[in-house]
């Protein structure tokens, strides 16, 4: 940012900003293996009340020239607005002023956007752009609550989650899912409409796919389609020290004394694993993540610290 009468500290010149900005893109492409990109930077004006025109333009431009994603902030809080309406009085809206300075299109993610109008909406969709829904942090800061089922579901819009530390209090996505579903669930109390409610799946569906297709990744991970790169984690609801209240009859795999002969039908069994899903996202933590893969790497794996994996369902099955 190159503009900021409230903290001036904080503030770069615009030469500035382009100096930083070509040094980070070199380190970065300097740290990439020659074959394969793992590091990617990304463009970043703060928001737009604290870069100027000409900042806003030039990352703009940079991000066509360098093939770059984007991320910036968008309608947070009502006085951002007011804001954003006094020093772009030839912008109809906040979506028009980025859109101006040609920073929407389909790499582009919109942090925040609790306060759109419609035709906002509209300009986002249309310039193919994911919002980047922030849950706890606009719980914390009391921003608001973004109407995400109309996006997703009314809007047609990508919606991704983002943690917004430190705007936000928790870095774990997994935290953000079960903020996400309760966000939603207060907004459906103010507007008396349950339709507003996310569901489990919708709230994955964000932190995977809708993830993946904000950052243009979509064709590449957020499922398990043949051919994606493989980043998974292995989920254990009985690992060590674990907070989740597992019992046998819970489990889809597990036959009660009772149904020797009468086996779980496959409905059964899927309604078994979504409870599942539902006691890891509201009750579970990084102690049940047991490993981790990243584009087939293992990068995470608590089993070698004499970790007893007797439960471990994906492995057994």
């Given at each position: 940012?190159?503009?900021?009468?409230?903290?001036?500290?904080?503030?770069?010149?615009?030469?500035?900003?382009?100096?930083?900005?070509?040094?980070?893109?070199?380190?970065?492409?300097?740290?990439?293996?020659?074959?394969?990109?793992?590091?990617?930077?990304?463009?970043?004006?703060?928001?737009?009340?604290?870069?100027?025109?000409?900042?806003?333009?030039?990352?703009?431009?940079?991000?066509?020239?360098?093939?770059?994603?984007?991320?910036?902030?968008?309608?947070?809080?009502?006085?951002?607005?007011?804001?954003?309406?006094?020093?772009?009085?030839?912008?109809?809206?906040?979506?028009?002023?980025?859109?101006?300075?040609?920073?929407?299109?389909?790499?582009?993610?919109?942090?925040?956007?609790?306060?759109?109008?419609?035709?906002?909406?509209?300009?986002?969709?249309?310039?193919?752009?994911?919002?980047?829904?922030?849950?706890?942090?606009?719980?914390?800061?009391?921003?608001?609550?973004?109407?995400?089922?109309?996006?997703?579901?009314?809007?047609?819009?990508?919606?991704?989650?983002?943690?917004?530390?430190?705007?936000?209090?928790?870095?774990?996505?997994?935290?953000?899912?079960?903020?996400?579903?309760?966000v939603s669930h207060h907004l459906a109390m103010?507007?008396?409409?349950?339709?507003?409610?996310?569901?489990?799946?919708?709230?994955?569906?964000?932190?995977?796919?809708?993830?993946?297709?904000?950052?243009?990744?979509?064709?590449?991970?957020?499922?398990?389609?043949?051919?994606?790169?493989?980043?998974?984690?292995?989920?254990?609801?009985?690992?060590?020290?674990?907070?989740?209240?597992?019992?046998?009859?819970?489990?889809?795999?597990?036959?009660?004394?009772?149904?020797?002969?009468?086996?779980?039908?496959?409905?059964?069994?899927?309604?078994?694993?979504?409870?599942?899903?539902?006691?890891?996202?509201?009750?579970?933590?990084?102690?049940?993540?047991?490993?981790?893969?990243?584009?087939?790497?293992?990068?995470?794996?608590?089993?070698?610290?004499?970790?007893?994996?007797?439960?471990?369902?994906?492995?057994?099955?």
């Open positions: 940012m190159d503009h900021n009468e409230t903290y001036e500290d904080y503030s770069e010149t615009f030469e500035e900003c382009i100096e930083s900005m070509n040094s980070i893109i070199e380190h970065v492409h300097n740290l990439n293996p020659d074959d394969e990109t793992l590091v990617k930077p990304i463009i970043t004006p703060r928001f737009a009340p604290v870069c100027t025109r000409d900042l806003l333009f030039f990352l703009g431009q940079l991000s066509k020239t360098h093939n770059l994603p984007i991320q910036t902030h968008i309608s947070e809080n009502e006085k951002e607005i007011e804001l954003v309406h006094d020093l772009f009085p030839d912008c109809d809206d906040y979506a028009s002023v980025y859109k101006k300075h040609n920073l929407l299109g389909d790499s582009t993610i919109l942090a925040h956007a609790i306060h759109l109008t419609k035709k906002e909406r509209k300009i986002i969709k249309e310039k193919n752009c994911s919002i980047s829904h922030c849950p706890t942090s606009n719980t914390f800061i009391s921003s608001g609550e973004a109407p995400i089922k109309q996006y997703l579901y009314e809007d047609g819009i990508n919606v991704s989650l983002g943690t917004d530390v430190s705007g936000g209090f928790d870095s774990s996505i997994l935290g953000i899912i079960k903020h996400c579903i309760l103010k507007t008396k409409n349950q339709k507003d409610k996310l569901s489990i799946k919708d709230a994955l569906y964000m932190a995977t796919q809708g993830g993946a297709k904000a950052v243009g990744m979509e064709d590449q991970l957020g499922s398990f389609d043949l051919g994606k790169k493989f980043d998974v984690q292995l989920i254990d609801l009985k690992s060590q020290d674990s907070s989740v209240d597992v019992f046998d009859w819970q489990l889809p795999f597990q036959l009660h004394q009772d149904r020797r002969d009468n086996p779980l039908t496959d409905l059964e069994k899927v309604n078994k694993m979504v409870d599942l899903l539902g006691k890891w996202i509201f009750s579970g933590d990084d102690r049940n993540c047991i490993k981790v893969w990243c584009n087939g790497r293992l990068v995470v794996n608590k089993l070698r610290h004499n970790y007893d994996d007797r439960w471990v369902m994906v492995e057994k099955y």
